[in-house]
């Protein structure tokens, strides 16, 4: 699913919301997490997950193909584990699809 198809999905069971209406909502929803996540903050979501920032030090890596030394500079990264309610939802859901 990408942006365009939850925008799609959200008009759709919601029939008083044009299309222009659900992209809105969306990109308020996504914006709003991006910027707290850029000031610092940590971003949770009761039964879906939460979002977290964190620094990954510099270090020395290593080229695939040549096999030579690279540093790798330190970077922010962001880290999304699933809440417990999600994980269920999902296993129960792979399972169905195992079983059936």
Request: avoid cysteine; proline fraction near 0%.
């Given at each position: 699913m990408n942006r365009s198809d939850l925008i799609n999905m959200i008009s759709t069971e919601h029939s008083e919301l044009r299309n222009?209406?659900?992209d809105r909502l969306v990109r308020t929803v996504f914006d709003t997490i991006a910027a707290h996540l850029v000031a610092g903050g940590r971003v949770e979501l009761r039964g879906f997950g939460s979002f977290d920032v964190k620094q990954r030090p510099a270090r020395t890596g290593r080229n695939p193909r040549t096999g030579s030394a690279v540093l790798v500079k330190e970077k922010t990264v962001v880290?999304?584990?699933?809440?417990?309610?999600?994980r269920e939802r999902v296993n129960a859901g792979a399972k169905a699809d195992l079983q059936g």
């Open positions: 222009a209406d659900a880290f999304f584990r699933a809440g417990a309610d999600l």
